[in-house]
């Protein structure tokens, strides 16, 4: 029997270290700051939602240009650019006490945070076997997953414990670990793309992941509403000593079912991920959408948990199997340019549902629109099955 190649090298275990640091940095901001701005900067949920809104922005107007700068100046070079500013970024939230300051740093911090996730998204790509990408991605998204529950707990902990001055001391002391975790990174070679004399669309997109990345858009639109406002919910509902215990219940489910997505994704084929992960979704958002007690709270936390854990990795796996080595960096950064910008977009639309017709509602909602995409999903399935079966005969 053929011996598999390893996927938890050293170089591995380095990068998902390094990752899991941005990712807590990032969940824990996105779990406070609408706190932050409610609490302490006297601002409305509108306002609290741009906060995430304006961060994607700039995330989302930088992600087409990165895979570029990942052929030019290399994916490790740009992961250590982009690591220290986003540090300094972070390490500025301590001196933020006004809104539209806050708003700009949260601008700039977003540029950082989008060059930093495609380089490293990139990396870990070039380390995994080619036949075990599915498996090898999906464990590099367990740092996201940690970084889900980290992130939000941490955050959570020092806002009730200590005070938001302290919370941004302590993410930025952890970014610092994962930097230095980020020395055992080697230089990847991969073979690039001549240069060419004029720009094309696909030095910015590559589109043999297009369609995988807007689907992803469209079910990151729906998962805003628990990325963005959870917290606000939890808190309206009296059970934000709780919130922290759903990302704990969020992520040790996608952490315990990891290791066999991964393996039936590589096996048996997307699909036997896909929907079932698209109807857990669904049933996460509607537990919330009727959420009464801290019971149902945990059981929401586990369904999404598991539904998230499912499709994220599995569209990002699709995404890059459809393209060249060469081009992973390009196939990352379009996937997660249409990622983040149904994020933004589900942080604002969703944040306005939740203002003029209640939080419940938007829960509805986003839940219908993971049965739109479940539907599109089918069909375009069936489509493809009957085209093969066309061509066989």
Same mark, same amino acid.
């Given at each position: 029997?053929?011996?598999?190649?390893? +996927?938890?090298?050293?170089?591995?275990?380095?990068?998902?270290?390094?990752?899991?640091?941005?990712?807590?940095?990032?969940? *824990?901001?996105?779990?406070?700051?609408?706190?932050?701005?409610?609490?302490?900067? #006297?601002?409305?949920?509108?306002?609290?939602?741009?906060?995430?809104? +304006?961060?994607?922005?700039?995330?989302?107007?930088?992600?087409?240009?990165?895979?570029?700068?990942?052929?030019?100046?290399?994916?490790?070079?740009?992961?250590?650019?982009?690591?220290?500013?986003?540090? $300094?970024?972070?390490?500025?939230?301590?001196?933020?006490?006004?809104?539209?300051?806050?708003?700009?740093?949260?601008?700039?911090? *977003?540029?950082?945070?989008?060059?930093?996730?495609?380089?490293?998204?990139?990396?870990?790509?070039?380390?995994?076997?080619?036949?075990?990408?599915?498996? /090898?991605?999906?464990?590099?998204?367990?740092?996201?997953?940690?970084?889900?529950?980290?992130?939000?707990?941490?955050?959570?902990?020092?806002?009730?414990?200590?005070?938001?001055?302290?919370?941004?001391?302590?993410?930025?002391?952890?970014?610092?670990? !994962?930097?230095?975790?980020?020395?055992?990174?080697?230089?990847?070679?991969?073979?690039?793309?001549?240069?060419?004399?004029?720009? #094309?669309?696909?030095?910015?997109?590559?589109?043999?992941?297009?369609?995988?990345?807007?689907?992803?858009?469209?079910?990151?639109?729906?998962?805003?509403?628990?990325?963005?406002?959870?917290?606000?919910? %939890?808190? *309206?509902? =009296?059970?934000? =000593?709780? %919130?922290?215990?759903?990302?704990?219940?969020?992520?040790?489910?996608?952490?315990?079912?990891?290791?066999?997505?991964?393996?039936?994704?590589?096996?048996?084929?997307?699909?036997?991920?896909?929907?079932? =992960?698209?109807?857990?979704?669904?049933?996460?958002?509607?537990?919330?959408?009727?959420?009464?007690?801290?019971?149902?709270?945990?059981?929401?936390?586990?369904?999404? =948990?598991?539904?998230?854990?499912?499709?994220?990795?599995?569209?990002?796996?699709?995404?890059?199997?459809?393209?060249?080595?060469?081009?992973?960096?390009?196939?990352?950064?379009?996937?997660?340019?249409?990622?983040?910008? !149904?994020?933004?977009? !589900?942080?604002?639309?969703? *944040?306005?549902?939740?203002?003029?017709?209640?939080?419940?509602?938007?829960? $509805?909602?986003? /839940? %219908?629109?993971?049965?739109?995409?479940?539907?599109?999903?089918?069909?375009?399935?069936?489509?493809?099955?009957?085209?093969?079966? +066309?061509?066989?005969?």
């Amino acid at each position: 029997m053929k011996q598999q190649e390893p +996927i938890w090298t050293k170089s591995f275990i380095s990068i998902f270290c390094t990752n899991l640091s941005i990712f807590i940095v990032f969940y *824990g901001l996105v779990a406070t700051l609408p706190l932050y701005a409610l609490d302490v900067l #006297s601002r409305s949920d509108e306002e609290a939602g741009l906060l995430m809104s +304006i961060f994607l922005l700039s995330a989302i107007i930088v992600r087409p240009f990165t895979g570029k700068l990942l052929d030019i100046f290399g994916k490790r070079k740009m992961m250590w650019l982009s690591l220290v500013l986003y540090l $300094l970024c972070t390490i500025l939230y301590y001196l933020m006490h006004d809104f539209q300051a806050l708003l700009v740093l949260r601008f700039v911090h *977003g540029i950082w945070f989008s060059i930093i996730t495609t380089a490293s998204g990139a990396l870990a790509a070039d380390m995994i076997p080619l036949n075990r990408r599915g498996a /090898g991605l999906g464990y590099f998204a367990m740092s996201t997953n940690l970084g889900v529950v980290l992130g939000p707990f941490i955050a959570l902990f020092f806002v009730q414990t200590f005070s938001f001055d302290m919370l941004f001391i302590a993410l930025s002391v952890l970014l610092v670990l !994962g930097s230095l975790a980020a020395l055992a990174v080697p230089k990847m070679e991969m073979v690039s793309p001549q240069p060419k004399k004029k720009l #094309s669309l696909n030095d910015f997109f590559e589109g043999k992941a297009m369609p995988v990345a807007v689907l992803g858009g469209f079910f990151s639109f729906t998962y805003a509403s628990v990325l963005s406002y959870i917290s606000i919910y %939890a808190q *309206g509902k =009296g059970l934000l =000593g709780l %919130a922290s215990t759903f990302f704990v219940v969020f992520a040790a489910v996608m952490l315990l079912t990891r290791p066999y997505t991964g393996r039936i994704f590589d096996e048996k084929g997307p699909q036997y991920i896909m929907i079932p =992960g698209m109807v857990l979704f669904f049933l996460g958002l509607l537990s919330l959408a009727f959420m009464n007690s801290g019971t149902l709270f945990m059981i929401a936390g586990c369904f999404i =948990g598991l539904g998230y854990g499912a499709l994220v990795p599995s569209l990002q796996a699709l995404a890059i199997q459809r393209t060249a080595p060469e081009r992973s960096g390009y196939a990352t950064a379009t996937f997660f340019t249409f990622f983040d910008l !149904g994020i933004a977009l !589900g942080s604002y639309v969703l *944040g306005l549902i939740a203002v003029y017709f209640g939080y419940q509602n938007m829960y $509805l909602i986003s /839940g %219908a629109v993971v049965v739109c995409i479940l539907v599109v999903y089918l069909l375009l399935g069936r489509k493809k099955q009957v085209k093969e079966e +066309i061509s066989t005969k």
